[in-house]
């Protein structure tokens, strides 16, 4: 049997990183905003001014502190980030205001809580406006595209099967890439209509006698019109996983890994369907 395996656009194989980011990294996140506000609420004990310096130091450290933290989560505009990982993204804005309302009641030294004060806003701008820029298009009514886009990559998905096992042509029908000749390494079809820019392809793979794994990567020229929707299926040759890395307009990365070792050459033809939508359509 075939394998079928297939992920939405961008989509990267689950990592270690990712998992510490989406899950653990909001435990000191928790504890560095309420550590800030258990000492923000006890600094009407505090009797000793804290010097310039003093301030100074916690500011910058505080700073830098949420530098790292807010490496560790990520930026919360990717797409593979959980909540937990936002929420520990915008604790460290809580934590940084806490510390800096912090500083001014407990220093004596306007000047040096000022330093910070800037400082402080300055960090905030330059990690908000990176995340911002990082952030996906939003659509005007994204409920009916994706309808659309689903709909018609299921269903050129559908007929790419039942044309490799019903089709005889070395191209297969018309509108799919269906099965490829033995000579061909790739067979693409690339149309638009309303919606936006579809390609049709299919892709032979040849594994060498005990190679398992195998990355294949495919070049849009010219460049797709936005960052597109991207289904893969097993047409034919040994059983497959199949994993979509990175996805851009200009291209995409597969990853592929036979689920046994083979003593001798083999090889895989699949299909891939890409689908992005156009500037008009969104």
Same mark, same amino acid.
């Given at each position: ?21 989406? =899950?653990? /990294? ?23 001014? %804290?010097?310039?310096?003093?301030? %100074?130091? !916690? ?7 949420? +530098? ?31 510390? #800096? ?11 040096? =809580?000022? !330093? ?5 806003? &300055?960090?905030? /701008?330059?990690?908000?406006?990176? @995340? ?7 659509? =005007? ?8 886009? *689903?709909?018609? %990559? *299921? ?19 018309? +509108?799919? #890439? +269906? ?5 061909? @390494?790739?067979?693409?079809?690339? #149309? ?6 579809? !390609? ?26 936005? %960052?597109?929707? &991207?289904?893969? =299926? ?6 497959? *996983? ?8 200009? +291209? ?14 083999? *090889? ?15």
């Amino acid at each position: 049997m075939n394998s079928l395996a297939s992920e939405s656009a961008g989509e990267r194989p689950t990592s270690f990183l990712d998992v510490l980011r989406n =899950t653990s /990294v909001i435990i000191p996140c928790l504890f560095a905003c309420f550590a800030a506000f258990l000492l923000l609420a006890r600094s009407h004990f505090y009797s000793t001014p %804290i010097q310039t310096i003093q301030t %100074i130091a !916690i500011g910058l450290g505080t700073i830098l502190g949420i +530098g790292c933290l807010r490496g560790l989560c990520g930026l919360p505009s990717k797409p593979a980030r959980s909540p937990l990982a936002k929420w520990g993204w915008y604790l460290q804005t809580l934590t940084l205001l806490q510390v #800096s309302l912090l500083l001014t009641v407990t220093s004596a030294y306007s000047e040096a =809580t000022a !330093i910070i004060w800037v400082l402080s806003v &300055v960090n905030e /701008v330059v990690w908000w406006t990176v @995340n911002g820029r990082q952030a996906p298009p939003v659509t =005007t009514n994204p409920a009916e595209t994706d309808h659309v886009i *689903e709909e018609d %990559i *299921e269903a050129r998905l559908l007929s790419s099967l039942e044309t490799s096992d019903s089709v005889d042509s070395p191209l297969g029908a018309v +509108g799919t #890439s +269906g099965e490829i000749a033995a000579q061909t @390494n790739q067979s693409w079809i690339r #149309s638009r209509d309303e919606y936006g820019e579809s !390609i049709s392809a299919s892709q032979r793979a040849l594994f060498a006698a005990g190679q398992r794994f195998q990355t294949i990567h495919l070049a849009f020229i010219p460049e797709l019109p936005g %960052i597109p929707h &991207v289904d893969v =299926t097993s047409l034919e040759g040994p059983s497959v *996983e199949i994993m979509v890395g990175e996805v851009q307009g200009f +291209g995409l990365r597969l990853e592929l890994k036979l689920t046994q070792i083979y003593d001798e050459p083999v *090889e895989v033809v699949i299909q891939v369907e890409v689908f992005a939508e156009s500037s008009q359509a969104a």
